[in-house]
Nanobody, 123 residues
């Protein structure tokens, strides 16, 4: 399974970014997908997940109401829309795929990882 994340960049606080994760459609269309992030010196943390149909999404409390995860199974694409960005959102964002159709918030659920894309939010 190959995952390719893109869309990161630098924005001011209050701005928006859209991250995309291109996945192998054939191997991930029935898999739960997620975004995690990792800031320097910190552990990798869960951001958002979506199940294989796109009917169930889960968000970390810190991003709830600001971020939206979605997927297009026909294109093998998972998108993270990030609004009202804050300096504390600064991190490398990584997309992940699970063998589970549900996915969820647990790091251990995900077996496949993309290379990450940097998001920097300045105050």
């Amino acid at each position: 399974v190959q995952l390719q994340a893109s869309g990161g960049g630098s924005v001011q606080a209050g701005g928006s970014l859209r991250l995309s994760c291109a996945a192998s459609k054939r191997t991930t269309s029935n898999n739960g997908m997620a975004w995690f992030r990792q800031a320097p010196g910190k552990e990798r943390e869960f951001v958002a997940s979506i199940n294989w149909t796109g009917s169930t999404t889960i968000y970390a409390d810190s991003v709830k109401g600001r971020f939206t995860i979605s997927r297009d199974r026909t294109k093998g694409m998972v998108t993270l829309h990030m609004n009202s960005l804050r300096p504390e959102d600064t991190a490398v964002y990584l997309c992940a795929a699970s063998r589970s159709a549900y996915g969820g918030a647990s790091l251990s659920t995900y077996q496949y990882w993309g290379q990450g894309t940097q998001v920097t939010v300045s105050s």
